[in-house]
T-cell receptor, first 118, second 109 residues
């Protein structure tokens, strides 16, 4: 079974440009989460999809960030226009909705996308 | 004050030493996760705990729900254990995790 994959692994862009990050969750996982770690801080939640619907987007920092999950499969996170403070590592995680309580609680993480805004 | 506090922030150990990393949380949880992040790498889930103790190889994780505290232990530490260890808590199934800042561990040969 393939794990959670993220693309690209690293992106370097200039302030004002647009970047789109992609996450492919584990097949069959309805829950998809985006998290972000900025330098020196803890990882913070951005938003949560259940299938194609946004369950919780309370962590999205501002309207420069747009997440989509068309068809309930892969998700994209677009930052437009990017600012210096958007630099960090963006993680995606997925989990099941069905199954045992233990299985439902485990979130599987991708390797992350390191975003550098210059 | 963060809802999840880890200590120490940084830890350097000699190969073979027994290592303990602590995590305290202030919110109600249904599960606590210990995660590992290698330099430049992604995050790997080590344990998920809701009570008691779990062991996997040289790693042991314990949780005390009443005291809202968990520990991650590494026995016979090795340089390949060098990584950032992150504690994260979840309130109920399928809710976003709340993370500690992580503990950066360096094991020296």
């Amino acid at each position: 079974e393939a794990g959670v994959t993220q693309f690209p692994s690293h992106s370097v862009i200039e302030k004002g440009q647009t970047v789109t990050l992609r996450c492919d969750p584990i097949s069959g996982h309805d829950n998809l989460y985006w998290y972000r770690r900025v330098m020196g801080k803890e990882i913070k939640f951005l938003l949560h999809f259940v299938k194609e619907s946004k369950q919780d987007e309370s962590g999205m920092p501002n309207n420069r960030f747009l997440a989509e999950r068309t068809g309930g499969t892969y998700s994209t996170l677009k930052v437009q226009p990017a600012e210096l403070e958007d630099s960090g590592v963006y993680f995606c995680a997925s989990s099941r909705t069905s199954g045992s309580p233990i299985a439902k609680n485990i979130q599987y993480f991708g390797a992350g996308t390191r975003l550098s805004v210059l | 004050k963060n809802e999840v506090e880890q200590s120490p922030q940084n830890l350097t150990a000699q190969e073979g030493e027994f290592i303990t990393i602590n995590c305290s949380y202030s919110v109600g949880i249904s599960a606590l996760h210990w995660l590992q992040q290698h330099p430049g790498g992604g995050i790997v889930s080590l344990f998920m705990l809701s009570s008691g103790k779990k062991k996997h190889g040289r790693l042991i994780a314990t949780i005390n729900i009443q005291e809202k505290h968990s520990s991650l232990h590494i026995t016979a530490s090795h340089p390949r254990d060098s990584a950032v260890y992150i504690c994260a808590v979840g309130n109920s199934g399928n809710t976003p995790l709340v993370f500690g800042k992580g503990t950066r561990l360096s094991v020296i040969a």
